[in-house]
């Protein structure tokens, strides 16, 4: 078996992050694999594990035959048995299973906004879809969305959840000042200004604290809105930007607390980091987060778009740092369980042999 994974590019992202995750548990279990990031590279390349046979083809435009004709010669080269695309990459997937129908072709959907899948029907790949063996989906909407949708018989269509890949050092207590984290690229799906009104209720309490922005600026325009409410709620001090950092197990394992604060969401892979690192976690109750904090036990969901609810919640963690490092550890074993890469694994070997989940 040898299995190829087409991923637009590998910056900073949650569809990134799970391609990398991916390929470096085949490499763990010996499964051939190729990785490709069609559209360019990104500082997320680093953490690939170097038995992955990686190629960057840094195409222009979903048009760009030259570069389309450097993915054909190298899959003829190096015939992979199954071919998965991640999100967009679904176009020259579709291609490519024309060309080669023996391929098996698995489509990745990444849906970020899945609580608002009315307003974005992308119609578009109704048509693509006709060619893929199987659609896998990373929470129930997007899962009841497609197999409503009847373009694939209901028995191709998967739910299998994000997986992520942490190396955890140990946690012991919150330093001064607290070390708050928020893995999110700056788009307003995100929603760093429901964040930075939180940050700012916890300042004028006079609370000690400083935040580490990691992500990649997709929207412009937002990322400028986020400086200047920055400036505007007097925070500038207590905020630093990292950008698409690719040292993601260092950050966790240095930070005290994680932070989520979108307004829609599929199964984020920042949120199951957070709790492999065992991080005390807030996060707004969007998607499938609440199936990673199912409980009190677990951590803190708050409304999306209520600063107050996210500024009580990290004030009360704060003031309760043994409760929140307990609900942390807590997490650190349910996420493991039940969205560790073993289990990804296990339901990953049952698609590829048409049996059934349990």
């Not at 119609?123 to 909407?141: G, M, P, Q, S, W």
């Not at 997986?163 to 788009?187: C, S």
């Not at 996060?283 to 778009?305: H, I, R």
Request: include cysteine.
């Amino acid at each position: 078996m040898k299995i190829m994974q087409l991923v637009d590019s590998l910056n900073y992202g949650g569809t990134e992050r799970m391609s990398i995750n991916m390929a470096n548990l085949f490499s763990e279990k010996s499964i051939q694999n190729i990785l490709v990031s069609t559209r360019r590279s990104g500082p997320m390349v680093e953490n690939l594990n170097k038995s992955t046979n990686y190629l960057s083809l840094k195409k222009k435009n979903g048009l760009d035959v030259w570069t389309f004709f450097k993915l054909y010669s190298f899959v003829k080269k190096h015939k992979p048995d199954v071919v998965h695309a991640h999100s967009t990459s679904i176009y020259w997937g579709t291609l490519l299973k024309i060309l080669f129908p023996k391929l098996k072709l698995i489509w990745h959907d990444h849906f970020g906004l899945s609580d608002q899948l009315e307003q974005y029907p992308r119609k578009e790949l109704n048509f693509f879809l006709k060619f893929v063996d199987a659609i896998l989906v990373v929470n129930e909407k997007l899962e009841m969305w497609w197999k409503a949708k009847k373009i694939l018989s209901s028995d191709r269509i998967f739910l299998i959840s994000n997986f992520p890949y942490v190396e955890f050092k140990g946690r012991e207590g919150m330093g001064t000042p607290v070390k708050l984290l928020h893995l999110a690229n700056f788009r307003r799906q995100k929603d760093h200004l429901n964040l930075l009104e939180a940050l700012k209720i916890i300042h004028l309490r006079a609370i000690d604290f400083n935040i580490s922005l990691v992500g990649e600026i997709v929207e412009e325009d937002c990322f400028k809105e986020i400086k200047s409410r920055i400036t505007e709620y007097g925070l500038t001090e207590k905020i630093t930007f990292l950008g698409p950092s690719i040292e993601v197990d260092k950050l966790l394992n240095e930070s005290d607390i994680g932070i989520l604060s979108s307004v829609s969401e599929g199964l984020p892979v920042a949120l199951l980091e957070y709790g492999l690192a065992a991080l005390p976690t807030i996060c707004t109750n969007v998607g499938d987060c609440g199936k990673v904090l199912p409980s009190e036990k677990y951590g803190w969901l708050v409304p999306a778009q209520s600063p107050i609810a996210m500024a009580n919640a990290l004030t009360y963690v704060m003031s309760n740092q043994n409760q929140a490092l307990e609900r942390g550890k807590n997490l650190r074993g349910f996420v493991l369980k039940n969205f560790g890469p073993d289990r990804f694994h296990q339901l990953y070997q049952q698609i590829l042999s048409d049996r059934p989940q349990p």
